[in-house]
């Protein structure tokens, strides 16, 4: 493993671990003095992860790939998360009426971009720019039928079935933002490595 892919890894787990205390408090749940752990050991469980994706990758290397895919759909996850709060904050500040399906389709916008450089450069390792405008074209067809998925995911989690066992509402909605990215996930991989990123 290069030290590009320590750091990154190291960084997920660190980013994780402020959005899984963030949650927490938003059950009503204090850690208090324990939340060092917290921060301790998810960046060291996500360099475990990271590692064996590393360590099965010699043989299969599509593995390594879809291990490091996870991580840039993890960071790019918090982007989408905290680019949405902002956004829901924004417009309830300035406009009346706030839609949180626009925010939403901004706020996978915004986190696309970098899951874009970071799949690019790191996970597929597609650095060449020969050829780049018919990849970005693939790309925003890929991130089209995402944002598709992403965006009906979340009307459905936060609208339809709505708050489950009895998580408060706004903590759904946070929830809702992470099901559907996961949900979205699973064709960004699939489009970005044998669309977008094929060799």
Excluded at 16 to 43: Q, S
Excluded at 67 to 93: P, Y
Excluded at 107 to 112: A, E, K, Q
Excluded at 149 to 161: L, Q
Aim: net charge positive; proline share 3%.
């Amino acid at each position: 493993m290069k030290a590009i892919d320590i750091i990154f890894a190291l960084v997920c787990g660190k980013i994780v671990a402020w959005v899984a205390h963030d949650f927490l408090k938003g059950y009503g749940i204090e850690i208090g003095y324990y939340k060092w752990l917290l921060h301790i050991v998810l960046p060291i469980i996500f360099l475990f992860f990271l590692w064996l994706g590393f360590f099965i990758g010699k043989k299969i290397l599509v593995v390594f790939q879809l291990a490091k895919h996870i991580l840039v759909g993890i960071f790019a996850t918090v982007v989408d998360l905290k680019a949405f709060e902002l956004l829901m904050w924004l417009f309830s500040t300035f406009f009346t009426a706030v839609n949180p399906i626009i925010s939403k389709g901004i706020s996978f916008l915004i986190s696309t971009s970098f899951k874009y450089l970071g799949n690019k450069n790191w996970t597929f390792e597609k650095p060449e720019k020969e050829g780049i405008g018919y990849e970005i074209f693939r790309f925003i067809a890929v991130v089209v039928i995402g944002l598709g998925i992403d965006v009906s995911s979340f009307f459905y989690f936060s609208k339809i079935m709505g708050p489950q066992f009895g998580t408060p509402e706004d903590v759904w909605l946070k929830l809702s933002v992470i099901f559907a990215a996961l949900i979205a996930a699973v064709w960004n991989f699939t489009g970005e490595k044998f669309i977008v990123f094929k060799k």
